[in-house]
């Protein structure tokens, strides 16, 4: 299947599996999604880190299981909206599927959110070096 871009809209026909130029690097970066892709993996990160380091120690070392009730939905909410911002990033063209699976996997891993909100905010500077006019 290779994807198009036709206005601000994406067009996906059958064919190939990647998007049509390269993923990444310059095809079709948008600064603006990528800010907030790097924002949602450190908000991600973070709540991982509060929930597997602070809240489940608390409820299972302290009987205090508010920690987790108040921490958990919260991750949940970073995670889901991480997810979908991987998603949509993948969709435009902004990462390659591997690139995706990699991002993906780092919010599962305590402290591989932060690298991979990292990667991001590297790729943003990238994408605003690299418009014109700028």
């Known amino acids: ?25 310059g095809a079709g970066t948008d600064p603006r999604q ?14 991982l880190l509060l929930l597997v380091g602070v809240a489940v120690p608390l409820k299972h070392l302290g009987d205090w299981p508010l920690a987790v009730r108040v921490l958990g ?3 949940g909410l ?3 909206a991480y997810l979908w911002l991987v998603l949509q990033s993948v969709g435009a063209g902004l990462w ?17 959110g932060f690298l991979a909100a990292r990667a991001v905010a590297r ?3 990238r994408a605003v070096e690299d418009r014109p006019g700028a």
């Open 78 to 80: 970073a995670f889901v």
């Open 34 to 47: 990528l800010r907030l892709l790097g924002i949602a993996a450190a908000a991600e990160a973070t709540t």
């Open 96 to 112: 390659t599927r591997g690139e995706a699976a990699r991002l993906l996997l780092a919010a599962v891993v305590p402290f591989a």
């Open 1 to 25: 299947m290779s994807t198009v871009r036709q206005g601000r809209a994406w067009r996906h026909d059958l064919g190939r599996g990647e998007p049509v130029g390269t993923a990444g690097e």
């Open 73 to 75: 939905p919260l991750h």
């Open 123 to 125: 790729r943003a500077a």
